[in-house]
Structure formats: structure tokens, C-alpha cells
């Protein structure tokens, strides 16, 4: 038994080292991405401040501090700053430019203040209480995060054609894990064990190592505030005060034919980059009647219309491939304008009811009974 503690407590010394060094490395890595967005920078900072707290709980590893309540109660209080920070890193990702610098800096004051509280006080209540405003913290930024989310993937699907690094479902995914693993941690054992604390790192290293490979990746997708919205709109009116219902039909017939030969004859949406902006030029309009127009003349969103035509273009060059030396999926998704054959497959799925080789397969028997 003793034999299997010391194990287990050797493990635990392997993980928190294997950590500290895990978090110094991205450390280094995310340098070189700091100044690429804001949400990058905050990542930065947040790892930085996460790798200084496993560097300085080194100290317990001397005899004289191993078994210090009030010391361990410090550095608890202390390592509750990285929380409005790694919060901050998760709103930023779902909603660019929020929070900012100001309510970042009151959050990481308000949580800041029960470090020289408890030094004053050096109280369980301190503690305490400083768990309970990072607890907080942290359920209000799942909220938001959830909240954001849902409005992001409005505006994407309303104004892009594609959602490869873009999407902010890796930003759910990571925000959940890491506040219930926490949660986990800090709550379901009454006392860290060894082995709670090697499995919360091992747990910690491939949820980071998620997290820092997708954010690398994601591009940021700045949404358009409320007011420029307005602002745009009201220049719309401004420039086209016709709104009876005969200007409106007349509008939407010259927007119908143009969009139409755009997609048939030019084949915008083979462009795997293509955005309502895009499209909206092309035709010589503007993106807030483009989307009007999709919206509510055709019901659709601007996301469904384009990637409904890379389906039937899909479907097209399927149709047209011979039964020996075909072109292999992937060669057809990028063909027919998508950006990966993941979201290829989704859609394809999703429009036909089918994968696209069981639907390649359906069009060689089809071929064959005609013959």
C-alpha cells in the first residue's frame, strides 16, 4: 500500500513538471501570435500567468513550506487572477472587442483585492470569498460565451459562405471543460489527493493543447455594432426613399436576375472565400439588401444559398465521373468551392440526405439501367 502512494505521489511530481514545462513552451510558442489579435494577446498573458503559477509552487517541494495552511491558502488567492483572464480570452473569442480594457481591469481588481485582504486577514472567510467572486466570474462568462455564440453564428451564416476557422464551437466546447473540470477539481474532492491532482493535469494538458491548436488557427471575425448597423441602414434609406411595394418588386426582379446570372454564368461561389460583401458588390448592391432579399424573398440565409449551389455543382461533376479513375472526394470539394472536405461531406449529407460517394455509386447504377 505504502508502495503504491509513493507511486502514485512520484506520478503526480512527473505530471506537475510535465505541465509547468508544457505551459513554459506555448509560453514561447504563443509569442510569435501575440500580435496578431486581441484574443491572442489575452491568451498570451493567460498562459504566462498559468506557467508562473506552476513554476512558484515549487516552493512546496522545501520541507519548511510543505506544510504551510497559510501559505497554500495565499497561493490559492493568488492563483485565482488567471480566472478574469482566461474569462476575458473566452468572451473575446464569441465577441470581439468585449470586454474592455476597463472592465477587464475592474474584474481583475475586484478579484486582486482579497490578496492584500487575506494579508491583513489571513482568514478561511478571505478565501472563501475569493472563490466565491471567481465562481461568479466564471458561470457569467459560460452564460455569455453560450450567448455570443448563438448571435455569432447568426451573423456568420448571414454573411459568410464558409465557417473553417471561423466557427466558435472549439470556444464552447473549451469553456465548458475547462469551468467543469475546475469546478471538479476544486469541489468533488474534499482534500487534493495526489492522484486527483496528477489526473486534473493530464486532463489540463490535452484540453490546452485543444485549445492553443485551435486558437492558432481561428481567424477573427469582427461583428458590426448595433449603431453601424443603424448607421448603414439609415444612409440605405437615404439613398433609396422608394418603399412602395411596386419599387420594392422592381428591386428585388433586377436583384433576382443579376444574383442569378452571378451564380450560373460567373460562378461566384466557387470562390471557397466568398462573403455577402463579396457578392453584394458583384451585383452592384449592398450587403444589407443582399441579405434582405435572401431573408425574406427567398428564405434562406446567405450561407445556405451559396453552399446549395456548391452541392449541385458537386453533384454535377459526381454525376459526370466515370466508374474507373475517379476523382477522389476531397478533388471535388475543393471543385465545387468548399474549403475542406469535412464541411463538404456536412453539407452534402444535410442537402441529400446521403454521403457524396453513396451518392456517386447511386448515379453508376442510374448510368447502368440506362445503358
Same mark, same amino acid.
Given at each position: ?15 506537475? =513538471? ?61 492563483d485565482l487572477l488567471f480566472i478574469p483572464l482566461v474569462c476575458a480570452f473566452f468572451i473575446?473569442?464569441?465577441?470581439? =472587442? ?9 474584474? /481583475? ?18 478565501? @472563501? ?13 459560460? @452564460? ?6 448563438v448571435k455569432y453564428r447568426r451573423y456568420i451564416k448571414l454573411n459568410y459562405s464558409y ?48 485549445? @492553443? ?33 411596386? +419599387? ?12 442569378? &446570372? ?35 424573398? /427567398? ?23 466515370? +466508374? ?13 468551392g468548399f474549403n475542406s472536405l469535412s464541411s463538404f461531406h456536412r453539407y452534402f449529407v ?18 447502368? &439501367?440506362?445503358?
Amino acid at each position: 500500500m505504502e508502495q503504491q502512494l509513493l507511486t502514485v505521489e512520484a506520478f503526480a511530481h512527473y505530471m506537475r =513538471g510535465a505541465i509547468t514545462i508544457f505551459f513554459v513552451f506555448w509560453c514561447f510558442k504563443l509569442y510569435t501570435y501575440r500580435r496578431r489579435n486581441r484574443m491572442m494577446r489575452l491568451l498570451f498573458y493567460t498562459t504566462i500567468f498559468i506557467a508562473f503559477s506552476y513554476i512558484k509552487d515549487s516552493v512546496f517541494l522545501f520541507a519548511q513550506w510543505k506544510n504551510s495552511f497559510w501559505l497554500d491558502d495565499f497561493v490559492n488567492t493568488v492563483d485565482l487572477l488567471f480566472i478574469p483572464l482566461v474569462c476575458a480570452f473566452f468572451i473575446e473569442a464569441t465577441n470581439p =472587442g468585449y470586454p474592455t480594457r476597463r472592465q477587464l481591469a475592474a474584474l /481583475l481588481s475586484m478579484q486582486a483585492l482579497f490578496i492584500p485582504l487575506f494579508l491583513i486577514f489571513p482568514d478561511e472567510i478571505v478565501v @472563501f470569498c475569493a472563490f466565491s467572486v471567481a465562481c461568479v466570474i466564471a458561470l457569467s462568462t459560460l @452564460f455569455l460565451v453560450v450567448a455570443f455564440s448563438v448571435k455569432y453564428r447568426r451573423y456568420i451564416k448571414l454573411n459568410y459562405s464558409y465557417r473553417d476557422n471561423i466557427d466558435v464551437a472549439w470556444v464552447e466546447l473549451s469553456c465548458v471543460a475547462f469551468f467543469v473540470s475546475l469546478f471538479v477539481y476544486y469541489f468533488a474532492f474534499d482534500y487534493t489527493t495526489w492522484l486527483s491532482e496528477a489526473l486534473y493535469n493530464v486532463f489540463s494538458i490535452a484540453l490546452w493543447t485543444f485549445l @492553443f491548436l485551435f486558437s492558432t488557427r481561428h481567424r477573427v471575425v469582427k461583428m458590426l455594432k448595433p449603431e453601424d448597423n443603424d448607421e448603414e441602414q439609415a444612409a440605405e434609406k437615404i439613398e433609396d426613399p422608394k418603399s412602395d411595394n411596386e +419599387e420594392v418588386m422592381s428591386h428585388n426582379y433586377i436583384l433576382a436576375v443579376r444574383l442569378e &446570372q452571378k451564380m450560373s454564368q460567373d460562378k461566384l461561389y466557387l470562390n471557397p472565400k466568398l462573403t455577402s460583401v463579396d457578392v453584394a458588390t458583384a451585383i452592384g448592391t449592398n450587403k444589407t439588401y443582399l441579405s434582405d432579399y435572401l431573408n425574406n424573398t /427567398l428564405n434562406t440565409s446567405f450561407f445556405d444559398y451559396i453552399n446549395t449551389f456548391r452541392i449541385n455543382e458537386a453533384c454535377r461533376i459526381i454525376e459526370m465521373m466515370p +466508374e474507373r479513375g475517379r476523382e477522389s472526394m476531397s478533388v471535388v470539394a475543393q471543385k465545387s468551392g468548399f474549403n475542406s472536405l469535412s464541411s463538404f461531406h456536412r453539407y452534402f449529407v444535410k442537402l441529400k440526405g446521403i454521403s457524396p460517394k453513396s451518392y456517386y455509386v447511386n448515379s453508376l447504377m442510374k448510368k447502368n &439501367q440506362i445503358m
